[in-house]
């Protein structure tokens, strides 16, 4: 064989395993790096959890090491939101920022956000299992739910405001049974409330749409 011939074949393999990497990484040609694996609690959805909120998450799913949670969720809710307000959807569709399951198991807790109507309101009344909380205009949480509405007032939101647009967060627990007690209802409104705080302030409510740094986790009476 030739010395053309040699030369030609090692390009030929070098370009063949040039693209093989580029394949590999999925972002070849946009010079971007492939996404770390995002398994830590502080990292699930869409890294919203303040440190209080994803220790949460750790003891309600009984982990530290989660499935990989992609990044895009809270940009994706925050605008699908925006684009429901701007049809006029009083009652939206369920957009979800995110769902936390530990590795390998069936397990998980989803975060999801709707506009609601003012009927959507317990409005004093007991709510199966639901236990009321004094944060936001309602907060009701519970072994299995969590809900959190507040009312948000935006130049996002076109006439919100004279009319505040009613955003609701909610917190679903799947498949596993936890006891109704206190450390569970308020895991689950710490988790509830970190990330409903970061949808409004993508939103750019005023005055974070009536939430404290903190969450109030002051019961009310039932």
Same mark, same amino acid.
């Given at each position: 064989?030739?010395?053309?011939?040699?030369?030609?074949r090692?390009?030929?393999q070098?370009?063949?395993?040039?693209?093989?990497?580029?394949?590999?990484?999925?972002?070849?040609?946009?010079?971007?790096?492939?996404?770390?694996?995002?398994?830590?609690?502080?990292?699930?959805?869409?890294?919203?959890l303040?440190?209080?909120?994803?220790?949460?998450?750790?003891?309600?799913? /009984?982990? $530290?090491?989660?499935?990989?949670? =992609?990044?895009?969720? %809270?940009? #994706?809710?925050?605008? &699908?939101?925006?684009? +429901? /307000?701007? $049809?006029?959807?009083?009652?939206? =569709?369920?957009?979800r %920022?995110? #769902?936390?399951?530990? &590795?390998?198991?069936? +397990?998980?807790?989803?975060?999801?956000?709707h506009?609601?109507?003012?009927?959507?309101?317990?409005?004093?009344?007991?709510?199966?299992?639901?236990h009321?909380?004094?944060?936001g205009?309602?907060?009701?949480?519970?072994?299995?739910?969590?809900?959190?509405?507040?009312?948000?007032?935006?130049?996002?939101?076109?006439?919100?405001?004279?009319?505040?647009?009613?955003?609701?967060?909610?917190?679903?627990?799947?498949?596993?049974?936890?006891?109704d007690?206190?450390?569970?209802?308020?895991?689950?409104?710490?988790?509830?409330?970190?990330?409903?705080?970061?949808?409004?302030?993508?939103?750019?409510?005023?005055?974070?749409?009536?939430?404290?740094?903190?969450?109030?986790l002051?019961?009310?009476?039932?």
């Amino acid at each position: 064989m030739g010395l053309r011939s040699v030369s030609v074949r090692r390009v030929l393999q070098g370009a063949v395993l040039g693209l093989a990497l580029c394949l590999l990484a999925t972002a070849c040609g946009r010079g971007e790096e492939p996404e770390p694996e995002r398994v830590m609690a502080e990292q699930q959805c869409d890294g919203t959890l303040s440190p209080g909120a994803a220790r949460a998450l750790e003891t309600v799913m /009984h982990t $530290k090491r989660f499935s990989h949670d =992609p990044r895009g969720g %809270l940009e #994706r809710t925050a605008e &699908a939101l925006v684009a +429901d /307000h701007g $049809k006029g959807e009083r009652r939206s =569709p369920t957009r979800r %920022l995110c #769902r936390a399951n530990p &590795a390998g198991s069936s +397990d998980r807790i989803t975060v999801a956000f709707h506009l609601y109507r003012d009927t959507e309101l317990a409005r004093g009344d007991r709510v199966a299992s639901l236990h009321p909380y004094a944060m936001g205009v309602e907060a009701l949480s519970g072994p299995k739910r969590a809900l959190l509405y507040v009312r948000c007032a935006s130049p996002r939101l076109k006439g919100s405001d004279k009319h505040p647009a009613r955003v609701m967060g909610q917190l679903d627990f799947i498949r596993s049974d936890l006891p109704d007690t206190t450390p569970i209802r308020e895991a689950h409104l710490t988790i509830l409330h970190s990330a409903t705080l970061a949808v409004v302030r993508k939103l750019d409510c005023e005055d974070d749409a009536g939430l404290a740094e903190k969450p109030v986790l002051k019961p009310l009476p039932e």
